[in-house]
């Protein structure tokens, strides 16, 4: 009897040996989406990118030469299931990075969680800025890189003088809004030229704002929406603008959270010759962009899938952090920083994107706009990529703020003027 435990001891010590060893023989990678609930219609996508480019990459021999491992979680669209998440990946299944997140709320949601576990996350959605964290990288657009061009772009193209900011009611748009309000104001824009409405998650009657927001438009003045309505309440809201008889050409809607993937499940006739603003879009014609979206078809089987500016801030994401981690000869996250920052990777439109002090990224900019196929026509784009600004120069609270997590400021909020690092 002794000797048969002391067999079952050991053989139970050679299955956690062996257990231990296949664990160190990989590298896990977190992604963090949600694959149900409202924000599923974004956010699907961005798990099968994922997936791909690991494979992809463990078919070159995966990072430090071992083969990279992927955690997917669904957070279900559940702000604070983010952060329950996030803690299970960083604590229990001790990932070396994170690449998650859509909406500005989970994003805030997850963000002392990685700082408190000192994990990494790479953020890949356009966003309203005033933050920079040392344990994020930015790899969507700050409101300079989207927001800002594609309002210059309505009044100095278009002739715009009035404007509709209608968003769902969380921080991305009220925070984005109350910058484009300023930047307005300092354009000369007048307060009563101005109309703001906001919306709860997956709202769908849409008839009684849609009439104010035809009859702000009737008053002699051009006037735009800029849209940024989030998941799945744009089926509705452009719905209900066609059944109103309100067409592009005569109040455009430029939507900041409207990209292919949302289009391919909606109707597009209701949205032909409205407009996005974004820094990829899937009809940029490069041949990384057509390998880009071959492989992603081959990958999901499917020949229709189409690819969004999310997908390709992933892809930049992910390459950074397997340079990175390649440089540093680690997945140590403050050794990876440190070697994130000043690191270059092509982007899919035949640019590059730079990894900034303030952990955001340069970018494109291009307006697209919809056709009916459910892609987009390009009508404008920045001579060159945009860096991001993770303060925005039109808010009196930020104006003089700046982030820098390079020694000697090491700081996310940096006043200029005192030169001191800020706190909350």
């Not at 997140?101 to 959605?125: H, I, M, N, Q």
């Not at 709860?200 to 704002?209: A, G, L, N």
């Not at 509705?236 to 109040?251: H, R, S, T, V, W």
């Not at 990209?259 to 041949?287: C, I, K, Q, R």
Request: glycine content about 6%; hydrophobic content about 40%; aromatic content about 8%.
């Amino acid at each position: 009897m002794v000797k048969h435990c002391k067999k079952l001891m050991l053989a139970a010590a050679l299955m956690m040996s062996l257990s231990v060893s296949a664990a160190e023989d990989t590298i896990k990678v977190g992604i963090m989406h949600s694959l149900s609930g409202t924000m599923a219609i974004s956010e699907s996508s961005l798990k099968d990118v994922m997936l791909m480019l690991i494979e992809e990459q463990n078919k070159k021999g995966g990072v430090l030469g071992k083969q990279i491992e992927p955690v997917v979680v669904d957070p279900a669209s559940d702000w604070p299931i983010f952060a329950e998440r996030s803690r299970e990946l960083l604590s229990r299944d001790q990932v070396a990075a994170v690449f998650g997140c859509w909406t500005s709320v989970s994003r805030k949601a997850v963000l002392p969680v990685f700082e408190e576990l000192d994990g990494l996350l790479f953020y890949p959605v356009q966003y309203e800025g005033e933050e920079s964290s040392r344990n994020i990288i930015y790899t969507g657009a700050a409101p300079n890189q989207q927001a800002i061009p594609a309002i210059e772009f309505l009044m100095d193209e278009m002739g715009v003088e009035r404007w509709v900011l209608a968003g769902t009611d969380y921080v991305f748009p009220r925070t984005a809004n109350k910058i484009i309000a300023s930047y307005l104001e300092k354009r000369g824009v007048a307060a009563e030229d101005i109309m703001i409405s906001y919306t709860p998650f997956s709202h769908s009657d849409w008839q009684s704002i849609v009439s104010e927001i035809k009859d702000f438009g009737s008053q002699g003045k051009k006037t735009a929406v800029i849209s940024t309505l989030n998941g799945d309440a744009n089926v509705p809201f452009y719905k209900e603008l066609a059944n109103q008889g309100i067409k592009a050409e005569d109040i455009p809607v430029m939507a900041f959270s409207v990209g292919e993937e949302e289009l391919s499940g909606m109707d597009s006739a209701p949205l032909v010759g409205h407009l996005a603003a974004w820094n990829y879009f899937m009809s940029v014609d490069t041949p990384e962009n057509q390998k880009f979206i071959a492989d992603f078809r081959k990958f999901t089987g499917n020949p229709t899938r189409v690819t969004n500016d999310p997908m390709e801030a992933h892809y930049i994401g992910f390459n950074l952090w397997v340079k990175a981690v390649e440089q540093a000869g680690t997945t140590d996250v403050d050794k990876v920083l440190e070697a994130l920052v000043g690191m270059e990777v092509p982007n899919l439109s035949g640019g590059t994107a730079k990894v900034l002090p303030n952990h955001h990224i340069t970018k494109p900019v291009y307006i697209g706009e919809i056709m009916d196929d459910g892609q987009f026509q390009i009508v404008w784009e920045s001579d060159s990529e945009v860096p991001g600004d993770a303060w925005s120069d039109y808010l009196e609270s930020s104006q003089n703020l700046e982030a820098d997590w390079t020694q000697p400021i090491n700081c996310g909020r940096y006043d200029t003027l005192t030169q001191k690092c800020l706190t909350e």
